[in-house]
Protein backbone atom coordinates (compact mmCIF):
# COMPACT_ATOMS: atom_id res chain seq x y z
CA UNK A 1 0.00 0.00 0.00
CA UNK A 2 1.63 3.06 -1.07
CA UNK A 3 1.77 5.42 2.03
CA UNK A 4 2.40 9.98 1.93
CA UNK A 5 4.21 12.42 3.66
CA UNK A 6 2.41 13.46 6.43
CA UNK A 7 2.97 17.06 7.68
CA UNK A 8 2.73 18.07 11.24
CA UNK A 9 2.64 21.71 12.89
CA UNK A 10 5.12 21.96 15.96
CA UNK A 11 2.98 21.66 19.82
CA UNK A 12 3.28 25.05 21.70
CA UNK A 13 5.87 25.17 24.16
CA UNK A 14 8.15 22.79 21.87
CA UNK A 15 11.01 23.83 18.91
CA UNK A 16 12.43 21.70 16.31
CA UNK A 17 15.62 21.44 18.44
CA UNK A 18 13.36 20.36 21.20
CA UNK A 19 11.75 17.75 19.30
CA UNK A 20 14.92 16.45 17.59
CA UNK A 21 15.96 15.89 21.33
CA UNK A 22 12.48 14.02 21.87
CA UNK A 23 13.38 11.79 19.13
CA UNK A 24 16.68 10.37 19.72
CA UNK A 25 15.68 9.03 23.13
CA UNK A 26 14.04 6.75 22.03
CA UNK A 27 15.27 6.17 18.36
CA UNK A 28 18.15 5.61 16.28
CA UNK A 29 18.62 8.96 14.12
CA UNK A 30 21.10 9.91 11.83
CA UNK A 31 21.19 13.91 10.74
CA UNK A 32 21.58 15.07 7.15
CA UNK A 33 23.52 18.90 6.71
CA UNK A 34 20.89 21.32 6.89
CA UNK A 35 19.41 22.39 2.87
CA UNK A 36 18.01 25.75 2.49
CA UNK A 37 15.84 25.94 -0.59
CA UNK A 38 13.39 28.97 -2.48
CA UNK A 39 10.03 27.19 -3.68
CA UNK A 40 8.23 29.40 -6.05
CA UNK A 41 4.41 28.43 -6.55
CA UNK A 42 2.79 29.35 -9.90
CA UNK A 43 -0.81 28.94 -11.28
CA UNK A 44 -2.94 31.56 -13.55
CA UNK A 45 -3.82 35.11 -12.90
CA UNK A 46 -7.30 33.02 -12.23
CA UNK A 47 -6.14 30.18 -10.19
CA UNK A 48 -6.97 26.88 -12.95
CA UNK A 49 -4.32 25.26 -11.21
CA UNK A 50 -6.06 25.44 -7.86
CA UNK A 51 -9.15 24.84 -9.24
CA UNK A 52 -8.00 21.68 -10.70
CA UNK A 53 -7.07 20.63 -7.34
CA UNK A 54 -3.66 21.34 -7.24
CA UNK A 55 -0.91 23.22 -6.50
CA UNK A 56 2.39 24.09 -8.59
CA UNK A 57 5.98 24.55 -7.14
CA UNK A 58 9.21 25.36 -8.89
CA UNK A 59 11.91 23.94 -7.03
CA UNK A 60 10.85 21.76 -4.42
CA UNK A 61 13.28 19.18 -3.83
CA UNK A 62 15.72 20.17 -6.73
CA UNK A 63 16.33 24.11 -8.22
CA UNK A 64 14.83 23.18 -11.88
CA UNK A 65 12.05 20.93 -10.26
CA UNK A 66 8.73 22.03 -11.35
CA UNK A 67 6.02 19.86 -10.20
CA UNK A 68 2.05 19.62 -9.79
CA UNK A 69 0.88 18.65 -6.11
CA UNK A 70 -2.33 17.09 -5.09
CA UNK A 71 -3.97 19.64 -3.00
CA UNK A 72 -5.80 16.68 -0.83
CA UNK A 73 -2.93 14.62 0.27
CA UNK A 74 -0.14 17.09 -0.39
CA UNK A 75 1.63 14.30 -2.62
CA UNK A 76 3.63 14.88 -5.79
CA UNK A 77 1.07 13.92 -9.20
CA UNK A 78 3.85 15.06 -11.82
CA UNK A 79 7.37 16.79 -11.73
CA UNK A 80 10.13 17.86 -14.90
CA UNK A 81 12.75 19.18 -15.56
CA UNK A 82 12.10 23.18 -16.44
CA UNK A 83 15.26 25.34 -17.23
CA UNK A 84 13.50 28.36 -17.11
CA UNK A 85 10.97 30.26 -14.96
CA UNK A 86 7.49 28.47 -16.12
CA UNK A 87 5.02 30.72 -18.00
CA UNK A 88 2.96 28.84 -21.00
CA UNK A 89 2.35 25.37 -20.76
CA UNK A 90 2.91 25.04 -24.47
CA UNK A 91 6.66 25.94 -24.20
CA UNK A 92 7.67 23.16 -21.76
CA UNK A 93 9.36 20.01 -22.90
CA UNK A 94 6.66 17.30 -23.27
CA UNK A 95 6.08 15.22 -20.77
CA UNK A 96 2.75 14.54 -18.31
CA UNK A 97 3.53 17.50 -16.61
CA UNK A 98 2.92 19.52 -19.44
CA UNK A 99 0.17 17.52 -20.83
CA UNK A 100 -1.75 18.13 -17.12
CA UNK A 101 -0.41 22.19 -17.55
CA UNK A 102 -2.00 22.51 -21.49
CA UNK A 103 -5.18 20.86 -20.63
CA UNK A 104 -5.77 22.75 -17.16
CA UNK A 105 -4.45 26.43 -18.49
CA UNK A 106 -5.20 26.73 -21.87
CA UNK A 107 -4.09 29.78 -23.34
CA UNK A 108 -3.34 31.34 -20.05
CA UNK A 109 0.15 32.13 -18.45
CA UNK A 110 1.50 30.85 -15.18
CA UNK A 111 1.85 33.75 -12.80
CA UNK A 112 4.24 33.27 -9.55
CA UNK A 113 1.96 34.09 -6.51
CA UNK A 114 4.23 33.55 -3.96
CA UNK A 115 7.89 32.24 -2.49
CA UNK A 116 9.02 30.12 0.26
CA UNK A 117 11.98 29.67 2.48
CA UNK A 118 12.99 26.79 3.81
CA UNK A 119 15.53 25.90 5.93
CA UNK A 120 15.10 21.47 6.13
CA UNK A 121 17.01 19.38 8.96
CA UNK A 122 16.64 15.80 7.81
CA UNK A 123 16.77 13.42 10.59
CA UNK A 124 16.59 9.66 9.28
CA UNK A 125 15.36 6.88 11.73
CA UNK A 126 17.77 3.63 11.75
CA UNK A 127 17.14 0.19 12.10
CA UNK A 128 19.61 -2.46 13.76
CA UNK A 129 21.43 -2.97 10.59
CA UNK A 130 22.14 1.13 10.67
CA UNK A 131 19.57 1.06 7.07
CA UNK A 132 17.05 4.52 6.77
CA UNK A 133 13.43 2.99 7.25
CA UNK A 134 11.90 6.79 8.12
CA UNK A 135 13.36 10.33 7.02
CA UNK A 136 11.90 13.07 9.40
CA UNK A 137 12.05 16.55 7.47
CA UNK A 138 12.49 19.43 10.52
CA UNK A 139 11.36 22.54 8.43
CA UNK A 140 11.85 25.96 9.02
CA UNK A 141 9.82 28.02 7.17
CA UNK A 142 9.04 32.07 6.17
CA UNK A 143 7.59 33.20 3.01
CA UNK A 144 8.09 36.33 1.08
CA UNK A 145 5.50 38.04 -1.83
CA UNK A 146 6.59 38.46 -5.23
CA UNK A 147 6.20 42.30 -5.35
CA UNK A 148 6.00 44.10 -2.61
CA UNK A 149 7.33 43.80 1.02
CA UNK A 150 6.11 41.36 2.72
CA UNK A 151 7.42 38.60 4.60
CA UNK A 152 7.19 36.92 7.98
CA UNK A 153 7.71 33.29 9.78
CA UNK A 154 5.07 30.75 9.49
CA UNK A 155 4.99 27.71 11.90
CA UNK A 156 7.68 24.96 11.61
CA UNK A 157 6.72 21.59 10.59
CA UNK A 158 7.68 18.22 11.38
CA UNK A 159 7.26 15.94 8.00
CA UNK A 160 6.69 12.11 8.30
CA UNK A 161 8.10 10.52 4.43
CA UNK A 162 7.84 6.69 4.00
CA UNK A 163 10.44 4.87 2.13
CA UNK A 164 9.32 1.86 -0.32
CA UNK A 165 9.61 -1.35 1.74
CA UNK A 166 9.49 0.29 4.79
CA UNK A 167 6.10 0.67 5.22
CA UNK A 168 5.18 -0.89 8.56
CA UNK A 169 8.21 0.83 10.22
CA UNK A 170 6.15 4.21 8.69
CA UNK A 171 2.82 2.94 10.20
CA UNK A 172 4.74 2.16 13.65
CA UNK A 173 6.85 5.05 13.87
CA UNK A 174 3.77 7.94 13.16
CA UNK A 175 1.81 5.73 16.05
CA UNK A 176 5.10 6.64 18.46
CA UNK A 177 4.47 10.72 17.73
CA UNK A 178 0.59 10.37 18.67
CA UNK A 179 1.76 10.28 21.79
CA UNK A 180 3.70 14.14 21.18
CA UNK A 181 -0.02 14.85 20.75
CA UNK A 182 1.15 16.90 17.28
CA UNK A 183 -1.52 18.58 15.12
CA UNK A 184 -1.64 17.58 11.81
CA UNK A 185 -1.31 20.31 9.00
CA UNK A 186 -4.60 20.93 7.64
CA UNK A 187 -3.50 23.25 5.25
CA UNK A 188 -0.15 23.10 2.62
CA UNK A 189 2.83 25.41 2.87
CA UNK A 190 1.67 27.62 -0.16
CA UNK A 191 -1.88 28.27 1.53
CA UNK A 192 -0.39 29.77 5.05
CA UNK A 193 2.06 31.67 2.45
CA UNK A 194 -1.06 32.65 0.86
CA UNK A 195 -2.32 34.36 3.99
CA UNK A 196 0.78 35.85 4.95
CA UNK A 197 1.05 38.34 1.95
CA UNK A 198 -2.90 38.61 2.64
CA UNK A 199 -4.22 37.10 -0.94
CA UNK A 200 -6.82 33.95 -1.35
CA UNK A 201 -7.14 31.39 -3.35
CA UNK A 202 -9.47 31.87 -6.15
CA UNK A 203 -9.95 35.31 -5.26
CA UNK A 204 -10.45 35.93 -9.02
CA UNK A 205 -12.98 34.41 -11.34
CA UNK A 206 -14.52 36.00 -14.07
CA UNK A 207 -17.67 34.17 -13.50
CA UNK A 208 -20.60 35.52 -12.30
CA UNK A 209 -21.06 34.67 -9.18
CA UNK A 210 -23.80 36.98 -7.30
CA UNK A 211 -25.73 36.41 -4.05
CA UNK A 212 -28.54 38.17 -4.78
CA UNK A 213 -31.54 39.54 -2.20
CA UNK A 214 -34.96 38.45 -3.83
CA UNK A 215 -36.53 41.27 -2.26
CA UNK A 216 -33.75 43.94 -2.24
CA UNK A 217 -35.14 46.82 -4.08
CA UNK A 218 -34.27 46.34 -8.21
CA UNK A 219 -31.59 49.31 -8.50
CA UNK A 220 -29.53 48.70 -5.52
CA UNK A 221 -29.50 44.84 -7.02
CA UNK A 222 -28.38 46.42 -10.33
CA UNK A 223 -25.95 48.36 -8.62
CA UNK A 224 -24.26 45.29 -6.74
CA UNK A 225 -24.27 43.56 -9.93
CA UNK A 226 -22.07 46.50 -11.53
CA UNK A 227 -19.71 47.19 -9.30
CA UNK A 228 -19.07 43.58 -9.27
CA UNK A 229 -18.43 43.50 -12.99
CA UNK A 230 -16.55 47.32 -12.42
CA UNK A 231 -14.07 45.35 -10.58
CA UNK A 232 -13.44 42.48 -12.57
CA UNK A 233 -12.81 45.03 -15.68
CA UNK A 234 -10.46 46.60 -13.08
CA UNK A 235 -8.68 43.44 -12.33
CA UNK A 236 -7.68 43.27 -16.02
CA UNK A 237 -6.21 46.14 -16.41
CA UNK A 238 -2.57 45.88 -15.75
CA UNK A 239 -2.36 42.08 -17.30
CA UNK A 240 -3.93 43.96 -20.70
CA UNK A 241 -1.52 46.34 -20.85
CA UNK A 242 1.54 44.15 -20.38
CA UNK A 243 -0.13 42.05 -22.56
CA UNK A 244 1.02 38.79 -20.53
CA UNK A 245 -1.76 36.83 -22.25
CA UNK A 246 -5.09 36.76 -24.13
CA UNK A 247 -7.81 36.44 -21.67
CA UNK A 248 -6.96 39.55 -19.77
CA UNK A 249 -8.41 41.72 -22.66
CA UNK A 250 -10.94 39.13 -23.25
CA UNK A 251 -11.90 39.27 -19.73
CA UNK A 252 -12.00 43.20 -19.68
CA UNK A 253 -14.63 42.95 -22.76
CA UNK A 254 -16.79 40.75 -21.15
CA UNK A 255 -16.88 42.73 -18.09
CA UNK A 256 -17.53 46.03 -20.63
CA UNK A 257 -20.25 43.79 -22.68
CA UNK A 258 -22.07 42.56 -19.48
CA UNK A 259 -21.91 46.10 -18.32
CA UNK A 260 -23.72 47.53 -21.34
CA UNK A 261 -26.07 44.91 -21.32
CA UNK A 262 -27.24 45.46 -17.84
CA UNK A 263 -27.26 48.94 -17.94
CA UNK A 264 -29.90 48.75 -21.11
CA UNK A 265 -31.63 44.80 -20.20
CA UNK A 266 -32.09 46.06 -16.68
CA UNK A 267 -34.47 48.14 -17.32
CA UNK A 268 -35.69 51.05 -15.39
CA UNK A 269 -33.63 51.37 -12.43
CA UNK A 270 -32.17 54.34 -13.60
CA UNK A 271 -32.47 57.68 -14.96
CA UNK A 272 -31.75 57.24 -18.23
CA UNK A 273 -30.46 60.59 -18.68
CA UNK A 274 -27.94 59.98 -15.95
CA UNK A 275 -26.69 56.58 -17.64
CA UNK A 276 -26.39 58.24 -20.59
CA UNK A 277 -22.81 59.58 -20.35
CA UNK A 278 -21.69 55.96 -19.30
CA UNK A 279 -23.12 54.29 -22.08
CA UNK A 280 -21.75 56.29 -24.39
CA UNK A 281 -18.30 55.93 -21.96
CA UNK A 282 -18.24 51.90 -21.87
CA UNK A 283 -19.01 52.23 -25.79
CA UNK A 284 -16.20 53.74 -26.49
CA UNK A 285 -14.59 51.26 -23.89
CA UNK A 286 -15.70 48.48 -26.53
CA UNK A 287 -14.26 50.01 -29.59
CA UNK A 288 -11.00 51.00 -28.46
CA UNK A 289 -10.88 47.46 -27.43
CA UNK A 290 -11.93 45.67 -30.38
CA UNK A 291 -9.04 45.45 -33.13
CA UNK A 292 -6.08 43.89 -30.34
CA UNK A 293 -9.20 41.23 -29.27
CA UNK A 294 -9.84 40.35 -32.67
CA UNK A 295 -5.85 39.47 -33.39
CA UNK A 296 -5.80 38.30 -30.06
CA UNK A 297 -8.85 35.09 -31.85
CA UNK A 298 -6.39 35.04 -35.04
CA UNK A 299 -3.75 34.71 -33.21
CA UNK A 300 -4.92 31.77 -31.25
CA UNK A 301 -6.78 30.41 -33.98
CA UNK A 302 -3.75 30.16 -36.10
CA UNK A 303 -2.36 26.95 -35.40
CA UNK A 304 -5.98 25.37 -36.36
CA UNK A 305 -5.79 27.38 -39.45
CA UNK A 306 -2.36 25.98 -40.53
CA UNK A 307 -3.08 22.55 -39.53
CA UNK A 308 -6.37 22.79 -41.53
CA UNK A 309 -4.87 23.16 -44.79
CA UNK A 310 -3.06 20.24 -46.92
CA UNK A 311 0.51 19.62 -45.65
CA UNK A 312 2.16 20.98 -48.58
CA UNK A 313 0.39 24.39 -48.54
CA UNK A 314 0.62 24.79 -44.51
CA UNK A 315 4.57 26.77 -45.17
CA UNK A 316 2.73 29.07 -46.91
CA UNK A 317 0.60 30.52 -44.31
CA UNK A 318 3.83 31.57 -42.40
CA UNK A 319 3.80 34.85 -43.72
CA UNK A 320 0.05 35.66 -42.53
CA UNK A 321 1.17 34.97 -39.17
CA UNK A 322 3.94 37.07 -38.94
CA UNK A 323 1.15 39.98 -40.50
CA UNK A 324 -0.88 39.33 -37.11
CA UNK A 325 1.96 39.63 -34.97
CA UNK A 326 3.29 42.94 -36.85
CA UNK A 327 -0.02 44.34 -36.49
CA UNK A 328 -1.16 43.24 -33.16
CA UNK A 329 2.25 45.03 -32.08
CA UNK A 330 0.82 47.78 -33.24
CA UNK A 331 -2.49 47.78 -32.26
CA UNK A 332 -1.68 46.87 -28.48
CA UNK A 333 0.60 50.04 -28.24
CA UNK A 334 -2.40 51.62 -29.31
CA UNK A 335 -4.49 49.86 -26.92
CA UNK A 336 -2.29 51.13 -24.05
CA UNK A 337 -2.43 54.23 -24.86
CA UNK A 338 -6.07 54.32 -24.78
CA UNK A 339 -5.96 52.01 -21.09
CA UNK A 340 -3.50 54.97 -20.18
CA UNK A 341 -5.49 58.19 -21.42
CA UNK A 342 -7.43 60.29 -18.81
CA UNK A 343 -10.53 59.59 -20.80
CA UNK A 344 -10.42 55.81 -19.25
CA UNK A 345 -9.26 56.43 -16.23
CA UNK A 346 -12.13 59.30 -16.10
CA UNK A 347 -14.50 56.88 -17.61
CA UNK A 348 -14.15 54.33 -14.87
CA UNK A 349 -13.87 56.54 -11.62
CA UNK A 350 -16.74 58.39 -12.69
CA UNK A 351 -18.86 55.08 -13.13
CA UNK A 352 -17.98 53.69 -9.81
CA UNK A 353 -18.48 56.86 -7.86
CA UNK A 354 -22.00 57.22 -9.36
CA UNK A 355 -22.97 53.47 -8.65
CA UNK A 356 -21.51 53.81 -5.14
CA UNK A 357 -23.43 57.27 -4.42
CA UNK A 358 -26.61 57.46 -2.78
CA UNK A 359 -29.90 57.71 -5.24
CA UNK A 360 -32.04 60.00 -5.76
CA UNK A 361 -35.82 58.92 -6.52
CA UNK A 362 -36.73 59.44 -10.47
CA UNK A 363 -39.90 59.58 -12.02
CA UNK A 364 -37.90 58.72 -14.67
CA UNK A 365 -36.76 55.16 -12.72
CA UNK A 366 -40.39 53.51 -11.98
CA UNK A 367 -38.87 49.85 -11.48
CA UNK A 368 -35.81 51.32 -8.46
CA UNK A 369 -38.24 50.42 -5.83
CA UNK A 370 -39.28 46.72 -7.16
CA UNK A 371 -38.48 43.51 -5.69
CA UNK A 372 -35.41 42.15 -7.75
CA UNK A 373 -36.79 38.64 -7.76
CA UNK A 374 -40.22 39.82 -9.72
CA UNK A 375 -38.07 42.24 -12.07
CA UNK A 376 -35.93 39.39 -12.66
CA UNK A 377 -38.82 37.38 -13.91
CA UNK A 378 -40.77 39.94 -15.29
CA UNK A 379 -37.80 40.50 -18.42
CA UNK A 380 -36.15 37.41 -18.17
CA UNK A 381 -39.52 35.89 -19.39
CA UNK A 382 -40.32 38.70 -21.87
CA UNK A 383 -36.70 38.17 -23.54
CA UNK A 384 -37.32 34.29 -23.50
CA UNK A 385 -40.42 35.22 -25.54
CA UNK A 386 -39.08 37.40 -27.90
CA UNK A 387 -36.11 34.58 -28.59
CA UNK A 388 -38.95 32.01 -29.47
CA UNK A 389 -40.78 34.21 -31.95
CA UNK A 390 -37.67 35.50 -33.21
CA UNK A 391 -35.97 32.00 -33.36
CA UNK A 392 -38.99 30.20 -35.02
CA UNK A 393 -39.26 32.75 -38.15
CA UNK A 394 -35.92 31.64 -39.17
CA UNK A 395 -35.86 29.44 -41.86
CA UNK A 396 -33.45 28.28 -44.11
CA UNK A 397 -33.84 30.84 -46.72
CA UNK A 398 -33.36 33.64 -44.00
CA UNK A 399 -30.80 35.97 -44.41
CA UNK A 400 -27.64 35.72 -42.03
CA UNK A 401 -28.49 38.85 -40.18
CA UNK A 402 -31.70 37.36 -38.63
CA UNK A 403 -29.37 34.74 -37.22
CA UNK A 404 -27.19 37.46 -35.96
CA UNK A 405 -29.55 39.43 -34.37
CA UNK A 406 -30.72 36.04 -32.54
CA UNK A 407 -27.41 35.90 -31.30
CA UNK A 408 -27.70 39.24 -30.13
CA UNK A 409 -30.55 39.03 -28.29
CA UNK A 410 -29.85 35.17 -26.95
CA UNK A 411 -26.89 37.05 -25.35
CA UNK A 412 -28.97 39.66 -23.06
CA UNK A 413 -31.33 36.51 -21.84
CA UNK A 414 -27.68 35.01 -20.97
CA UNK A 415 -26.69 37.98 -19.29
CA UNK A 416 -29.62 38.46 -17.85
CA UNK A 417 -29.89 34.33 -16.39
CA UNK A 418 -26.54 35.16 -15.02
CA UNK A 419 -27.16 38.07 -13.49
CA UNK A 420 -29.98 36.38 -11.24
CA UNK A 421 -29.32 32.70 -11.30
CA UNK A 422 -28.60 33.18 -7.55
CA UNK A 423 -32.34 33.99 -7.08
CA UNK A 424 -33.66 30.29 -8.44
CA UNK A 425 -32.47 27.02 -7.35
CA UNK A 426 -29.27 25.71 -8.84
CA UNK A 427 -30.65 22.30 -10.21
CA UNK A 428 -33.41 24.07 -11.95
CA UNK A 429 -31.87 26.83 -13.37
CA UNK A 430 -28.72 24.85 -15.04
CA UNK A 431 -31.27 22.87 -17.48
CA UNK A 432 -32.24 26.10 -19.12
CA UNK A 433 -28.74 28.22 -19.24
CA UNK A 434 -27.06 24.72 -20.55
CA UNK A 435 -30.21 24.72 -23.40
CA UNK A 436 -29.79 28.29 -24.24
CA UNK A 437 -25.86 28.08 -24.26
CA UNK A 438 -26.30 25.05 -26.86
CA UNK A 439 -28.39 27.96 -29.22
CA UNK A 440 -25.50 30.60 -28.17
CA UNK A 441 -22.46 28.34 -29.47
CA UNK A 442 -24.46 27.28 -32.96
CA UNK A 443 -25.17 31.11 -34.06
CA UNK A 444 -21.38 31.79 -32.58
CA UNK A 445 -20.10 29.73 -34.40
CA UNK A 446 -22.28 30.77 -37.49
CA UNK A 447 -21.06 34.45 -37.07
CA UNK A 448 -17.61 34.37 -36.10
CA UNK A 449 -16.88 31.71 -39.19
CA UNK A 450 -18.71 34.72 -41.60
CA UNK A 451 -16.67 37.51 -39.89
CA UNK A 452 -13.40 34.99 -40.17
CA UNK A 453 -14.43 34.78 -43.62
CA UNK A 454 -14.10 38.03 -44.49
CA UNK A 455 -11.62 39.46 -42.17
CA UNK A 456 -8.86 36.67 -44.41
CA UNK A 457 -10.06 38.06 -47.41
CA UNK A 458 -9.15 42.31 -46.06
CA UNK A 459 -6.30 40.71 -44.46
CA UNK A 460 -5.24 39.59 -48.14
CA UNK A 461 -5.84 42.36 -49.35
CA UNK A 462 -3.26 44.28 -46.55
CA UNK A 463 -0.61 41.77 -47.27
CA UNK A 464 -0.94 41.92 -50.98
CA UNK A 465 -0.17 45.87 -50.40
CA UNK A 466 2.27 44.65 -48.12
CA UNK A 467 4.18 43.13 -50.68
CA UNK A 468 3.43 39.29 -49.47
CA UNK A 469 3.65 36.27 -51.67
CA UNK A 470 1.18 34.82 -53.89
CA UNK A 471 1.72 32.04 -52.54
CA UNK A 472 0.21 33.07 -48.99
CA UNK A 473 -2.73 34.94 -50.49
CA UNK A 474 -3.56 31.43 -52.09
CA UNK A 475 -3.40 29.31 -48.96
CA UNK A 476 -5.47 32.24 -47.27
CA UNK A 477 -7.81 32.04 -50.37
CA UNK A 478 -8.29 28.10 -49.22
CA UNK A 479 -9.06 28.87 -45.58
CA UNK A 480 -11.46 31.01 -46.84
CA UNK A 481 -13.61 28.33 -48.48
CA UNK A 482 -12.98 25.88 -45.47
CA UNK A 483 -14.68 28.89 -42.98
CA UNK A 484 -17.55 29.15 -45.39
CA UNK A 485 -18.12 25.65 -45.46
CA UNK A 486 -18.33 25.45 -41.78
CA UNK A 487 -20.62 28.61 -41.49
CA UNK A 488 -23.08 26.53 -43.86
CA UNK A 489 -22.67 23.49 -41.86
CA UNK A 490 -23.76 25.38 -38.90
CA UNK A 491 -26.59 27.17 -40.44
CA UNK A 492 -27.83 23.74 -41.28
CA UNK A 493 -27.75 22.82 -37.93
CA UNK A 494 -29.39 25.53 -36.32
CA UNK A 495 -32.73 24.65 -37.52
CA UNK A 496 -32.64 21.15 -35.39
CA UNK A 497 -31.09 22.69 -32.25
CA UNK A 498 -33.47 25.38 -31.89
CA UNK A 499 -36.76 22.64 -32.56
CA UNK A 500 -35.09 21.23 -29.45
CA UNK A 501 -34.76 24.86 -27.39
CA UNK A 502 -37.89 25.72 -28.26
CA UNK A 503 -39.15 22.07 -26.83
CA UNK A 504 -42.54 21.96 -24.89
CA UNK A 505 -40.48 20.83 -22.03
CA UNK A 506 -38.16 23.32 -22.25
CA UNK A 507 -40.70 25.89 -22.63
CA UNK A 508 -42.67 24.21 -19.61
CA UNK A 509 -39.20 24.59 -18.01
CA UNK A 510 -38.55 28.22 -17.97
CA UNK A 511 -42.20 28.97 -17.26
CA UNK A 512 -42.37 27.18 -14.10
CA UNK A 513 -39.03 29.12 -13.51
CA UNK A 514 -39.22 32.60 -14.70
CA UNK A 515 -43.45 32.74 -14.12
CA UNK A 516 -43.85 32.99 -17.99
CA UNK A 517 -44.76 35.97 -20.07
Known sequence: MALNAISYLLPDGLDLGGFKKILAESNHISEDAPVTTKQTYYDSFDWRVWQAGGELVHGLDQPNQLCWMDRKNFSCVACQRVDANPEFADDMPEGPLADRLTAVLAMRVLM?????????????????????????????????????????????????????????????????????????????????????????????????????????????????????????????????????DSEFLHDLRVATRRTRSAMSQIKGVFDPQQLEPFKQ?????????????????????????RAGLPKVLQDDLDPFYTF?????????????????????RKTLKSWRNWLQSSPEKSTQAPNASRATAQLADQRISKLYKRVLKNGSTIGPDS??????????????????????????????????????KIILDNLGEFQDLEVQAQSLEDFGDQMLKEGAPASSLMAMGILVGQLLEKQIQAREAFVELFTGFSSESNQQAFRKLFGGA
Open 112 to 244: PKVNVIQKKHTLRILDSEEKTVVRVVLENNRYTAIRGKQKGDLEGRIVLKPLKGYEDQFIKFKHQLAALKLRPAEQSLYEDALVGIGQKPGDYSSKLNYRLDPDAPADATARQIMIGLLNTLEANISGTKANL
Open 281 to 305: GFGWIGKVTGETRDLDVYLLHYPSF
Open 324 to 344: LQQHHKKAQAELVKKINSPHF
Open 399 to 436: PAEQLHDLRKQCKKLRYLMGFFQSLYPKPAIREPIKAL
